[in-house]
């Protein structure tokens, strides 16, 4: 009961019913099979066969709780089939002891430095360069099998094809050290420990575990004190390294959407989502790289599966379902199938041409990542829990290249010496490794074995710590300490008799993954990130493998050139980086511990990072400083290189690359209130509109970009409700015919001026799918011109469904994008969306402004269109102008702009007619003044508006000013001298 419960209350509390012995005595005997279970001069713990032939090893760690800092460690062996009892155990006569006296060792200071260490490593040789990781025979079946059933993962399913033929393994715990472990004095000391217990042992050899903070100091103080520890194997403890690749794997993965759709589809709380993304818990990151990877390997076999013939695929799936029962008969049974192997090699070709960017950069990032978990991490787990040192040896160089590639300078360089040391171990060393040194098999259960430094996690670091059974009350106390650990396995005897005696020792459980529930669980999670994955974003099918970008496949955001090549090229430049370190530490012993040069991480997260802008404010602050120094150093030299000169000398020179009048002083454009001309025109109409007046509307031309700011500034939802949302505000215009105009959006445009004014993002976009959510406020969005495009494409993409046509209804929608129109109706009858081209509406046009005079052009009626901009209006103007009086009345164009109480309406054939009245020409010449005088591409004159040139062509009698204008829009040189008449006239000259 005191090892079961560690409470003094209950033991006491038991005592009083008669029910047990004192605390006090339990104490006792404690200390008794303390004093019976320690040797003096004597390293193995109680419970060892001090014997050559059981692969005897050991590991050291920290153990860390509250104040108490310790070395702890555990020996473990072997099972013999014979049992086993403890030597030299002599009765004693007299007073009980309570206390344990035990005796604390002295430790030699250490103080050689252990820069002094030179280590050699071996040239990269030609198989470790070129050896590929290749899905293998079971693999494959498994994978085959879990499309079509629901089984368990590959840890459990592979548990059924594999029988452990050692035995398993004896575990014991060493004697504390009272000090931090990371000392050098302390692990030399641990390290002549495990000499000892492997001399005990009758082997030759040793091995002792460590993680990379000890196991760095183990290898200098084994070169420095070298032979001393020679016949010693310090083998860095897979625990630690796998979760090292865990992290670097998170590296390469963080936000790249994965995280999103993990948290969306229910495989993982978003409380949970920081410890995967670290990498820090094992048992999560485990399972749910499993299931994403599968999950993407899935999607990615769909897609080698619709290029080869269906016969093909249905011949192997026969193949498969006609495999033996007989688990163990499988592996030959898939070997000696020359279908199978074929189909198996076929796919590994067709898995590395998407990795080399078949499909595209985004398909070749998630192929990365199914190759770094279902094929590298598979084969590591593998190699672990079958004790297969081969393996092991032969995946640690791809291991070591993902440090190097992804920043995990640390264990890349002693990575680096732990391969060497592994491969270039004697044959008695490997011998002990291969007789279950390697990993630690604690259950009867095949498949079972775990890293040495995990189970070291699990057992005494675990026991230690338990607040009912551990040693966190002695920590005043080290003999107390010692007490516990020597007593451990006398302990664990006592409660495993008591629980035969009770009949509650059970036998073995089924691995975890084999529960019928955990197959479900884990099943129903891959089939709802599939699900989740196909909705938003699929990287390997269209429009993802059709964009030269990588992308975020829960935004669709595209990743920057650089955070492009860090990504895809980490595994080659780990690989490398990697030959390089070795080559140089093959030529100079003292590389080895010189520096090793980080790559500057450019993942996902760094292209999400908020960036900080200096303000307007500040750079024109900036510009204005610089124009003042620059005509401060002017007339500084003037007055020193001419005696009395005159400042409007000065003055006659520009401080600026462009005059002041036009221009900036750090060179951007000067702009005017192009709102000031649209309200000034309004007042030119003799008929005002209300919405109660409008006449009966024939068709409605919407603006496109108006229509993306007016309904994304306040959608919620996917893409998917945002397309449906926007299609019912669209049908619900007025009219039977409704014109949607798009503008598109060029890398090379004239209007890049203007773009760069206002801060756009050109970041690539993609919308993959109606489940895909905005990751950003649609102000940020449309910030984006190439976001502006996206909405676009798939608001085309999806109104062509047939489910969209009840909105539709009796209307008739003109979808126009990239020079491509679209005519949609629904058939009733049918009950499905006609979509059609007609050819008088296809054409190339980048701006949603000219895009509506061309399809006004083409219709007639009362016509009203929904925009907001100036430039619309005076083009509609324009284009009036140039038409005869009998063309003009066979439409009434009437524009709706404005929003909430601005919500107003222009009569433009009105507008039209009346400026006619005024002035012939002056309608048809607005286009050209708005250009002159301003506009996305053209600068505007400093303090000198558009309303002002207007005015002066209405009172200019001769029309000169006019057709001076009009000069602008003809394809004969403009009137230079009238414009200049124009300019001196508005700056008042003659």
């Not at 005592?15 to 193995?44: M, P, Q, W």
């Not at 060792?105 to 103080?111: A, E, K, M, S």
């Not at 760069?756 to 950003?776: H, M, S, W």
Request: proline letters at 3%; a neutral charge.
């Amino acid at each position: 009961m005191g090892t079961l419960t560690g409470s003094k209350t209950i033991l006491q509390m038991l005592n009083r019913l008669g029910h047990t012995i004192s605390y006090d005595e339990v104490k006792g005997i404690e200390t008794e099979f303390a004093y019976t279970c320690s040797y003096e001069n004597v390293e193995t713990p109680d419970g060892m066969r001090l014997e050559d032939g059981y692969g005897t090893g050991l590991a050291w760690d920290n153990y860390d709780v509250n104040i108490l800092h310790a070395t702890v460690g555990i020996c473990y062996q072997n099972k013999s089939p014979q049992a086993y009892q403890s030597e030299n155990v002599e009765m004693r006569v007299g007073r009980k002891r309570r206390r344990f006296d035990g005796s604390e060792r002295d430790i030699q200071p250490f103080c050689i430095p252990l820069k002094r260490a030179k280590f050699q490593l071996d040239y990269p040789s030609d198989e470790e360069s070129h050896s590929p990781i290749k899905l293998q025979n079971i693999d494959f079946h498994w994978f085959l099998q879990s499309t079509q059933a629901k089984l368990p993962l590959f840890t459990g399913y592979y548990s059924n094809f594999v029988r452990d033929n050692l035995p398993q393994q004896t575990i014991c715990y060493m004697e504390p050290i009272s000090a931090f472990p990371t000392r050098n004095d302390v692990v030399r000391e641990a390290m002549n420990r495990s000499l000892k217990v492997a001399d005990e042992t009758r082997q030759e050899y040793a091995t002792v575990t460590y993680d990379l903070a000890v196991a760095l100091k183990a290898y200098s103080i084994q070169v420095l004190k070298a032979p001393r520890f020679d016949n010693l194997l310090i083998l860095l403890g897979n625990f630690h390294l796998e979760l090292s690749l865990f992290g670097a794997i998170d590296t390469f993965l963080d936000e790249s959407g994965a995280g999103y759709l993990l948290t969306e589809s229910g495989v993982l709380a978003e409380g949970s989502l920081t410890g995967f993304i670290g990498g820090k818990f094992y048992n999560r990151c485990t399972r749910v790289h499993q299931i994403l990877a599968n999950t993407m390997e899935r999607l990615l076999y769909q897609q080698y599966v619709n290029t080869k013939p269906s016969d093909d695929i249905d011949e192997l799936m026969m193949i498969v379902e006609n495999a033996p029962s007989d688990q163990l008969m499988t592996e030959q049974y898939l070997q000696e199938n020359e279908t199978f192997q074929n189909h198996l090699s076929s796919y590994d070709t067709y898995f590395n041409e998407v990795m080399n960017g078949r499909l595209g950069p985004t398909a070749s990032f998630w192929a990365m990542y199914i190759f770094m978990v279902n094929r590298l991490y598979r084969d590591l787990q593998l190699a672990v829990r079958t004790n297969d040192v081969s393996l092991y040896v032969s995946l640690l160089p791809a291991v070591v290249d993902i440090f190097f590639g992804l920043n995990r300078p640390n264990y890349a360089r002693w990575g680096s010496l732990f391969f060497h040391n592994l491969k270039n171990c004697n044959d008695r060393i490997r011998e002990l490794l291969d007789l279950g040194a390697f990993s630690i098999r604690r259950t009867g259960r095949n498949f079972a074995r775990s890293s040495i430094d995990m189970t070291l996690e699990q057992t005494v670091n675990r026991d230690a710590a338990s607040p009912m059974r551990g040693m966190v009350s002695y920590r005043n106390s080290d003999n107390a300490m010692r007490r516990w650990s020597i007593t451990t396995t006398q302990r664990r005897m006592s409660v495993s008799e008591l629980r035969n005696l009770l009949g509650m020792e059970s036998g073995e459980h089924p691995a975890k993954q084999l529960c019928p529930g955990r197959i479900k669980k884990d099943n129903s999670a891959m089939s709802a990130l599939t699900d989740t994955v196909t909705n938003a974003c699929d990287p390997f099918t269209n429009p993802a493998t059709e964009s030269n970008k990588l992308l975020n496949i829960a935004t669709g955001k595209s990743a920057s050139d650089g955070t492009q090549v860090y990504l895809l090229k980490a595994l080659q430049r780990g690989h490398e980086k990697h030959q390089k370190f070795q080559n140089e530490c093959a030529e100079d012993n003292q590389r080895f511990l010189k520096p090793i040069s980080r790559t500057t991480v450019e993942n996902f997260v760094k292209e999400n990072r908020k960036k900080k802008k200096k303000t307007s404010m500040a750079v024109a602050k900036v510009a204005a400083e610089n124009s003042r120094d620059v005509f401060g150093r002017i007339l500084l030299v003037a007055s020193e290189t001419i005696p009395s000169f005159d400042l409007k000398h000065i003055l006659f020179f520009p401080v600026t690359d462009v005059p002041l009048c036009l221009a900036h002083s750090d060179g951007s454009l000067v702009k005017t209130q192009k709102s000031e001309f649209m309200k000034t025109l309004e007042t030119r109409q003799t008929e005002l509109l209300t919405r109660t007046s409008l006449p009966v509307i024939d068709a409605t031309l919407i603006d496109g970009g108006l229509l993306l700011h007016t309904e994304l500034l306040f959608a919620k939802g996917t893409y998917g409700n945002i397309a449906r949302h926007i299609l019912s505000k669209v049908c619900a215009c007025r009219g039977k015919a409704i014109h949607v105009l798009f503008d598109k959006y060029n890398d090379s445009s004239i209007k890049q001026v203007e773009r760069t004014r206002r801060g756009t993002d050109g970041t690539p976009f993609v919308i993959a799918g109606p489940e895909q959510l905005p990751k950003q406020s649609g102000s940020q969005l449309l910030k984006n011109g190439n976001f502006k495009d996206e909405p676009a494409r798939f608001l085309l993409r999806k109104w062509t469904k047939d489910h969209y046509g009840f909105i539709i209804g009796q209307k008739t929608i003109y979808a126009f994008y990239g020079g491509h129109c679209v005519k949609l109706t629904h058939d009733s009858m049918i009950g499905s969306v006609l979509a059609e081209e007609p050819e008088n509406l296809q054409g190339d046009h980048e701006e949603a402004d000219t895009l509506i005079a061309f399809h006004v052009a083409s219709i007639g009626g009362n016509i009203l269109i929904r925009a907001s901009d100036t430039d619309v209006l005076v083009i509609l103007l324009g284009m009036l102008g140039t038409q005869s009086e009998t063309e003009r009345s066979s439409r009434r164009l009437i524009m709706d702009c404005g929003a909430g109480n601005n919500r107003r309406y222009i009569d433009i054939s009105n507008l039209a007619d009346e400026l006619e009245k005024k002035s012939i020409g002056l309608a048809a010449a607005l286009p050209g003044l708005h250009a002159f005088t301003g506009c996305d591409f053209t600068s505007s004159f400093y303090r000198k508006g558009k309303v002002r040139q207007l005015a002066m062509m209405e009172e200019d009698d001769s029309g000169r000013y006019l057709q001076a204008v009009r000069s602008l829009m003809s394809q004969q040189p403009p009137d230079e001298v009238g414009l200049s008449s124009l300019v001196c006239a508005m700056y008042g000259q003659k």
